[in-house]
C-alpha cells in the first residue's frame, strides 16, 4: 500500500505563479488534476476501466490518497509515458509521486 500526499499542491509556472486548470477557469490546476488526466488521456491498455476508476478517485481526492501497490505502479507509468506533458508539469507531478511513502514501512518508495 503506497501513501500519495501532496495531490493538492498547484501546479506552478516557470515564473512561480499557479497554472489555471483551463484557460477559461479560475481555477488552479493541481496535482491530482494533473494526474487523473495522464491516467484518462493514456492510450487503451487491457486495465482501462481500472485507470479511469483510480483517475476519478485521485481527481476527487483531498491531499493524501492510499493507492494499492499495483495501482501507484500504473500511476507512476502513465504520468512518465504520457508525451502530451511538458517537462514543467511532469517535473511537478513526478517530485510528489517520488516523496510517496510506503505504508508498512514508512518509508520513502
Known amino acids: 500500500m503506497k501513501i500519495l500526499k501532496g495531490l493538492n499542491k498547484k501546479i506552478l509556472s516557470l515564473y512561480g505563479k499557479p497554472l489555471r486548470l483551463t484557460t477559461e477557469s479560475k481555477e488552479d490546476a493541481r496535482v491530482k488534476?494533473?494526474?487523473?488526466?495522464?491516467?484518462?488521456?493514456q492510450k487503451q491498455t487491457a486495465s482501462a476501466v481500472r485507470a479511469l476508476q483510480i483517475a476519478?478517485?485521485?481527481?476527487?481526492?483531498?491531499?493524501?490518497?492510499?493507492?494499492?501497490?499495483?495501482?501507484?505502479?500504473?500511476?507512476?507509468?502513465?504520468?512518465?509515458?504520457?508525451?502530451?506533458?511538458?517537462?514543467?508539469?511532469?517535473?511537478?507531478?513526478?517530485?510528489?509521486?517520488?516523496?510517496?511513502l510506503d505504508k508498512e514501512e514508512g518509508s520513502n518508495k
Open 33 to 41: 488534476n494533473i494526474i487523473a488526466l495522464s491516467l484518462a488521456v
Open 56 to 100: 476519478f478517485k485521485i481527481r476527487d481526492s483531498k491531499d493524501t490518497l492510499e493507492l494499492e501497490d499495483a495501482d501507484f505502479l500504473m500511476v507512476k507509468n502513465a504520468v512518465e509515458q504520457d508525451k502530451g506533458l511538458t517537462n514543467l508539469l511532469a517535473a511537478q507531478v513526478l517530485e510528489v509521486l517520488d516523496k510517496t
